[in-house]
């Protein structure tokens, strides 16, 4: 049992991880003899070994055979799909149990069916195209998550912010106001200048007294007299 849940790893440090939960031996071996080049490759009989692996490794790829004791492999795949989305599971089959392994893919228990015995060349191109498709979804999550943490971050501003953009537009609209009434004042204070000066215009003219030039008592005076010869006229 221990020798069965070794890890196969080469030099490689950016290689993808394996699970491969086979229960016979020399169908393990031969998977293992064709991929531990490529990938780091952990192994595992049977369901129960698979899951303790899973709980401590960070796996990329599932290739498991059907037919094991206790749990079957296709109930696995189907229990784990939830809890490890990403992993891409590839099912082992004999050559009855095609049909089931389609029904699988269709519902998206697995990524892949191999029925057995599988080629190197077929086994190498399941996993590639898993492994794409994990880095696809991986992609379309994260800008999923930074989308919405961008969209939250927009729809919670602080509410001061909020007051101060209030309070900016309040301003903005009281000056507003005051330049409008400091104009209507400074037009009302020129006509009223204008009108003032246009009525000492005329007294002058009319009754020839300077207003600028006289002081109250010349007012008062200048006043009677031209009162009286109104009246005497």
Known sequence: MVAFTDSFQSQGSEQASLLLIEDERSVMDLLVQI??????????????????????????????????PGESGLDFLSRI?????YIQRILLTGQRDVELAIRAINEGDVHRYLPKPADFSTVC?????????????????????EADALRKEIHSLPHTVRRLRALSMEGGRFMVRAMGLYLIGSIGFFLCGFCLVLALYLIKTVMGVDFLELNLEQLVGNF??????????
Do not use: Q
């Open 35 to 68: 991929l531990s080049n490529e990938y780091e490759i952990y192994i595992a009989p049977d369901c129960e070994a698979a899951a303790e692996i899973l709980e401590n490794e960070d796996i990329e790829v599932i290739i498991c055979d059907r037919g094991l």
């Open 81 to 85: 799909r939830h809890e490890f989305p």
């Open 224 to 233: 009677h007299d031209w009162a009286v010869g109104l009246a005497m006229k």
């Open 125 to 145: 191109e399941a996993i590639s195209t898993g492994l794409e498709k994990r880095k696809k979804m991986l992609k379309e999550t994260k800008v999923a998550s």
